[in-house]
């Protein structure tokens, strides 16, 4: 089952049709174009272990299924994902610093702010945790 916006023949179904058959088989890994992962999970940084986990935002039974799909089917939190992760994380903790006690016009402040809303575009990897840690966690206005 897939969707095809152009040649139904092609074995696809319309847009609207197949996001209904796919609600029905009620999955447990986030379809993007359904539900907003953003809402679903959140980010933990370990300063000691150097590393930074998805985890279920909340205790809903809905987050907690997608966080165990998404760790069991795609492997979201494995040891690689989770350095790398700090290594963006890193970054943004310093441009955050920049950003909250630099005067507002500063050049280092400004610089600092168009870069982390340039890591917060969705073309930017790990974007979700950017917008998570600026927007929820740290309350950023950038």
């Known amino acids: 089952m897939t969707p095809d916006l152009v040649e139904r023949d092609a074995g696809g179904l319309p847009f609207d049709e197949f996001v209904r ?15 907003d992962p953003e809402e679903l999970y959140k980010w933990e940084a370990d ?9 279920a935002r909340t205790n809903r039974i809905r987050a907690k299924r997608a966080m165990i799909a998404a760790e069991e089917d795609l492997g979201l939190n494995r040891e690689e994902l989770r350095w790398r992760r700090w290594k963006t994380y890193e970054v943004l903790h ?14 280092a402040r400004v610089d600092a702010e168009v870069t982390i809303r340039t890591m917060m575009n969705a073309d930017s990897a790990y974007a979700g945790m950017v917008r998570y840690f600026v927007r929820t ?4 206005d950038v």
């Open 47 to 55: 300063h000691t272990l150097r590393e930074v986990r998805v985890v």
């Open 137 to 140: 966690e740290w309350e950023l």
């Open 94 to 107: 310093t441009l955050a610093q920049v950003a909250a006690n630099i005067p507002a016009g500063h050049a």
């Open 21 to 35: 058959e796919s609600r029905k088989e009620k999955p447990f890994l986030v379809d993007p174009y359904i539900e």
